[in-house]
Each structure stands twice: as C-alpha cells, then as structure tokens.
C-alpha cells in the first residue's frame, strides 16, 4: 500500500483539491452545495481555520485554509467534513458510486475519492499563485467566461474587499498562466 504523508505545519497555510468520486457532478445540487456550506461552518466552530479562498465546482472543490498557530490538524478537519457531507447528503436522498468489496468493509462510502490533494503555502507568491488559480479555475473548466460569472466562488468577497477588480480574469487569451504550481496538484484535479 501507498504511504501517503502528509506536511503538518502548525499554524499553516494549505491549498486543497477534493474530488467527488468518479467525478460525479454533485455539486450541481443546489442541496448537495448547501450541506457543504454548512459543514464547512460547523466544522469552523468546532476547530476554528480560516478559508482564504474557495470555489466550488460540479465534482469537486480547491481551498485554501489557514490554521490557527500550533494547529496543524487539517486532516481531521477534512475527515469531518467529508463523513458528516455524505450523512446528510445521503439522508436528503444523495446518491453515491458503487465500492469495492474492500472499500464496503472499511465503511468508505461512494460519495468522496478517499483522498484530497494538499500543498503547503510556501510564502507570498505560492499564497497569490493559488489564489488566483482558484479564482480563475470555473473559466479554466469552460463554465463561464469571467470568474465573477461563478456564484460559488469567494471571489465576489474579494471583489468587495478590493482585492479584485470585477473584471478581472475576463477575456483572457489562453487564459492564466500557472505554469509555477505543483504539477502533481493539476494532475489530481
């Protein structure tokens, strides 16, 4: 079996990718879109982080987070709020993918990829670079043409604190060059 390790910085900022199981377009409910909002709250009063930044998509979803100093305990914040998702999204009549046999005796359920993608924020540049790659990511996927065109999307906040103009992202030829993020991250998304 893999070793998946995973880079526990107390107090850290991370960029996250987490995918729905064979990319099933989940979040094109509005309920499914709804229970994730709330768990991400509930999960925030539980163990407090920070959401920087986050845009959801049909199958799946990136983020950054930062953790309160001396926390480094992401992972079980994305365990929560995976398990207490599928519950509720079950419970209001959600589907779910077929399992293995394997997986059906490990409790997995067929709503999440078992795993998520997760980078350490570097420094400033790496926070700006995924930043804007999240922002920017529902026009990269052909959704929309401009990313304020995206309504699950914590670009709008950002419009209104003035860190974006509202066109930005908009026309672009080619689109946005993020040729310096982690490879490995745009493979799994």
Known sequence: MADYR?????????F?????RNRVPVFEDTTARSLLGAK????????????????????????????P?????????????????????LAAGGTEQPMTAARQQRSDRGVWQPRYWEHTIQDEHDFDRHFDYIHYNPVKHGHVKC????????FHRWVKRGVYDAEWGCG??????????????????
């Open 69 to 89: 100093s001396g926390d480094a305990a992401y992972p079980r914040r994305w365990g929560w709020i995976k398990k207490e998702f599928t519950k509720a999204w």
């Open 6 to 14: 995973r880079w526990l910085v107390p107090g850290g900022t991370f």
């Open 40 to 67: 991400l709250r509930a999960c925030q009063e539980q163990w407090p982080f920070e959401i920087n930044a986050i845009v959801l998509l049909p199958e799946h979803l990136h983020a950054i987070w930062s953790l």
């Open 172 to 189: 672009l030829q080619g689109g946005l060059s993020f040729d310096d993020l982690d490879e490995t991250a745009m493979e799994y998304e």
């Open 147 to 154: 990313p304020r065109d995206w309504p699950a999307s914590s």
């Open 16 to 20: 996250f990718t987490v995918v729905t």
